[in-house]
């Protein structure tokens, strides 16, 4: 059973635009919710984390919106950058510390 | 440089052959995870060690033997494989088994299967 969800498995942005990732779960339980980033033959690497006591958090280009009576998260880039070319990776842990990952989504930009 | 290193990088084996993949991690982190990755599937946690313990099983089949000596080093011993366990292997830490800690994933071990 899935319980993280990346509905979009790629997207293609333009350089300068925004680019706006989606992902939803279904777990209740969850409480801590982040997004990797994986460029080919690399491991993810950790972006950027929100706890489930605030809406919002910010760091540089990326902010990620939690909703969590929608049980709905996303990533926003902006402006997006042809070094943000790369799979994302939501990731959602519960108390027990255990994370769920989505399937990711292929971001490209192009110039 | 993540921290977190994984040996081999590639890995190609018989369906009767033997290997381990190794992890080593020198970020003083108490949890260590074995992952896998198959193409457009969410990553899989298979195994977690905190403080060189199991604590989970995800189900995973018994060709798959994890080992944790220390803290610092995690393997995974293969043996009997299928076509199918060809995956992306990732190893990941953290600084402990709580939710609020982000995990450190290495570059991950490419495995066929043949």
């Known amino acids: 059973d899935q319980q993280v969800k990346q509905n979009s498995p790629s997207l293609s942005v333009q350089e300068g635009r925004i680019s706006i990732l989606n992902c939803d779960y279904t777990?209740?339980?969850?409480?801590?919710f982040l997004w990797y980033k994986k460029y080919p033959a690399e491991g993810p690497t950790f972006l950027i984390s929100?706890?489930?006591?605030?809406d919002k958090n910010e760091d540089g280009r990326f902010t990620v919106f939690l909703n969590k009576s929608a049980k709905h998260l996303s990533l926003h880039i902006v402006p997006s950058q042809p070094g943000d070319s790369a799979v994302y990776f939501c990731?959602?842990?519960?108390?027990?510390?255990?994370?769920?990952f989505g399937a990711g989504t292929q971001v490209v930009v192009t110039p | 440089e993540t921290g977190v290193t994984q040996t081999p990088r590639h890995l190609v084996m018989g369906m009767t052959n033997k290997k381990s993949l190794k992890c080593e991690q020198h970020?003083?982190?108490?949890?260590m995870y074995w992952y896998k990755q198959s193409a457009k599937k969410p990553l899989e946690l298979m195994f977690v060690?905190?403080?060189?313990?199991?604590?989970e099983n995800n189900s995973v089949p018994s060709r798959f033997s994890p080992e944790c000596p220390n803290s610092s080093h995690l393997f995974l011993h293969l043996h009997t494989l299928q076509p199918e366990d060809s995956a992306l292997y990732l190893c990941?830490?953290?600084?402990?088994?709580?939710?609020?800690?982000?995990?450190?994933f290495g570059q991950g071990t490419r495995l066929t299967v043949v």
């Open positions: 990941a830490s953290s600084q402990d088994f709580e939710g609020s800690t982000e995990a450190f």
């Open positions: 777990n209740s339980m969850f409480d801590y």
């Open positions: 929100i706890s489930s006591i605030k």
């Open positions: 990731a959602a842990s519960d108390s027990w510390g255990k994370l769920q």
């Open positions: 970020l003083g982190h108490n949890a």
């Open positions: 060690y905190n403080f060189k313990e199991q604590t």
